[in-house]
């Protein structure tokens, strides 16, 4: 790839390239600048911009810092460039950079060394360093790049900015790699707000909501509550961005319930985001029937306790607890789910007993800590047995009662009292739920259980 100069011819040449290939390092390489400087220090037919260009890329490869004083040493030679050279610089560098197959544009410290070096204040023609930049954002492979490229433009007053950044907004996926997550896509929509609103990018901001509308509708829950959802908010949409957040979540709408389409999950909504036109509370309506039967659904698997029948009894209690909800999320559940709730969990623990199935310790303190389950807490408390009978049902009490964080002072005495006639099965017990790592009051497992506290989880 050529370009034409003042009748000069700027081209690639590799055996340049080569020759500053295999410099291995740093001190090396300000030495070779200092001797290119002293040999090459006139204008010489496209030689010297191929020369800086390797010289540059050498930098990069070396991982030389952009303010260290090789970097100084390389802009030193630069500067005595004449304007054909210069303009020679910036049109060599992608293709020689390509044709070399160097992925500059990939990782963010070799493009900052990159995009430092192209100092705008080298060439005149601010058109060609426009075009220059502009060429560039078509390969940029990281959000950090990006940024970085469009501040260069914001420096030299591109007119082509705003829409470039508008561009981006919409094309979010371009990112390759962890923007296509929600964490990053969340850390861009932000960090593109700020931009927007310093240099007062209206046309962009209105498509930065737009794409905000349409993420809302499916994104996960988790990561929207970073995002602002309140007039109090400095980013949350107001005024003439509120119609614009709305047309990208009805877009979204639209295509999630369009002919022949089932929507399978649940939809983040807010009645406070949309404003009170006809088709905006039909959407409302279709949204709460919908999210109402994910609801449903969602209950429904927690009915089946019959299941754990068939469950190895290494895994009962962790699935067991696992059907369970927090004492909160059973407050959200409807009142005819709850009664089906406390029926269906009712009726399996009975089974357990009536089949002669000893509760652990564990699922014991699972019902015992949920105040919507008291109802149950004399029955699991009767398959304990007669703690002033039984030395084993004493000991179950004590350990329930610490995990609860009740009470356990009289148990203790009544069980000292008693230590000196336990049989050995009685003390085989006592060291399992005394002094044994990982069980009885030791277990690390019991205090540190994640309820499903929401029936969107």
Not at 237 to 251: L, N, Q
Request: aromatic share 14%.
């Amino acid at each position: 790839m050529a370009l034409v100069i003042k009748n000069n011819i700027t081209a690639f040449d590799s055996s340049i390239f080569l020759k500053f290939d295999s410099i291995p390092r740093e001190n090396d390489l300000r030495e070779m600048i200092k001797d290119c400087c002293s040999k090459h220090h006139d204008e010489s037919g496209g030689q010297r911009p191929n020369i800086a260009l390797a010289l540059l890329r050498q930098q990069i490869k070396l991982r030389v810092k952009n303010n260290s004083d090789v970097a100084n040493a390389l802009r030193e030679f630069v500067i005595t460039f004449s304007q054909s050279e210069i303009e020679g610089l910036f049109s060599l560098a992608r293709p020689a950079f390509d044709e070399m197959q160097y992925e500059i544009l990939r990782y963010y410290e070799d493009f900052e060394s990159f995009i430092d070096f192209f100092d705008p204040s080298l060439i005149k023609d601010k058109s060609k360093l426009e075009a220059f930049l502009i060429d560039l954002l078509t390969d940029i492979w990281g959000e950090a790049n990006w940024f970085e490229l469009i501040r260069h433009l914001i420096s030299i007053k591109s007119k082509k900015t705003e829409e470039i950044v508008a561009n981006t907004i919409k094309d979010v996926e371009r990112f390759r790699g962890n923007l296509a997550e929600d964490y990053f896509r969340i850390n861009f929509y932000e960090d593109v707000f700020h931009l927007c609103k310093k240099h007062d990018y209206k046309d962009a901001m209105a498509v930065l909501f737009n794409e905000l509308g349409s993420y809302y509708f499916y994104a996960n829950g988790i990561y929207t509550e970073s995002l602002p959802n309140s007039k109090d908010d400095t980013m949350f949409w107001h005024g003439s961005y509120a119609k614009d957040f709305e047309a990208g979540y009805f877009s979204e709408f639209k295509e999630a319930f369009s002919k022949d389409k089932k929507y399978e999950y649940s939809i983040n909504f807010n009645k406070a985001w949309f404003s009170g036109n006809a088709k905006t509370q039909e959407m409302i309506e279709t949204i709460e029937k919908h999210n109402s039967k994910i609801k449903d659904e969602h209950y429904e698997g927690f009915l089946e306790f019959g299941r754990l029948h068939n469950i190895s009894e290494n895994d009962f209690v962790n699935h067991f607890y696992h059907h369970l909800f927090s004492n909160e999320g059973f407050s959200r559940m409807s009142q005819d789910y709850q009664v089906q709730f406390l029926e269906s969990i009712q009726e399996f623990i009975e089974s357990l007993i009536a089949d002669d199935v000893e509760i652990p310790l564990d699922m014991a303190y699972e019902i015992l800590s949920k105040e919507y389950l008291k109802g149950l807490h004399p029955m699991i408390y009767g398959t304990i047995g007669d703690h002033n009978k039984d030395p084993i049902a004493l000991m179950k009490r004590i350990v329930l009662a610490i995990y609860l964080g009740e009470e356990y002072k009289d148990y203790s005495k009544l069980l000292i009292g008693q230590i000196n006639q336990l049989g050995a099965k009685e003390k085989g017990y006592f060291k399992e739920m005394f002094l044994t790592q990982g069980a009885g009051i030791r277990s690390t497992g019991v205090m540190n259980r994640f309820y499903l506290d929401s029936v969107d989880d």
